[in-house]
């Protein structure tokens, strides 16, 4: 059977809409999962320094030296503001990454709004990496002062898990990157016809 153009086009134009719509509620699931996940996360922050027992809170810093009494509601509450800000800096992300995926479930697939998005969100994820460090040697800093001298301690730790945020970081740097030079010629290409 030989189809018309005309079927050959409503049959393109009707898959295209079915991608549209996957894309669509994808992007609504992907939107409310960073939603939650922001608040998950600061609410496990806010549970962890609440409640972890001062000798495990010593021993994942990397302290060696745990005091006999636990660290009082003050230490804990510094020490949440100090491990706040990266994971703030993340939690940031995460509400950019939510506005680029409403953006994509309006329909807004290539414009403007997402990308910058996009562009954000990786800003966010790589600064959330690069502070994450610092804030563990704030922490160990802080965590520490009230030992006697000789048992302060400073631990600056740099992981692989830093390492493979900055490559996922710039990867979607890169694509939004793309997306946008997709737009500029695409924009340009209006213009001629």
Do not use: H
């Not at 996957?22 to 960073?34: E, V």
């Not at 994971?87 to 414009?111: K, N, P, T, V």
């Amino acid at each position: 059977m030989v189809q018309s153009p005309t079927m050959i086009d409503r049959t393109v134009e009707g898959d295209r809409e079915k991608r549209r719509d996957r894309i669509r509620r994808l992007s609504r699931l992907m939107a409310a999962g960073c939603l939650a996940t922001s608040g998950l996360l600061a609410a496990a922050m806010f549970f962890y320094w609440a409640t972890t027992p001062t000798q495990a809170l010593f021993t994942q810093a990397g302290i060696p030296m745990v005091p006999a009494l636990e660290i009082d509601l003050s230490t804990r509450a510094m020490a949440f503001g100090i491990s706040m800000i990266p994971l703030g800096m993340l939690i940031c992300g995460l509400q950019s990454a939510r506005r680029c995926f409403d953006a994509f479930a309006a329909g807004q697939i290539f414009s403007r709004e997402p990308i910058r998005r996009l562009k954000v969100f990786s800003i966010a994820v790589a600064a959330s990496a690069l502070l994450k460090p610092f804030a563990g040697a704030a922490l160990s800093v802080l965590l520490s002062f009230n030992n006697p001298a000789g048992a302060k301690a400073v631990t600056l730790n740099i992981g692989s898990d830093m390492l493979i945020a900055l490559i996922f970081a710039g990867t979607v740097a890169v694509i939004a990157w793309v997306m946008a030079e997709a737009l500029d010629i695409a924009d340009e290409n209006k213009q001629f016809v």
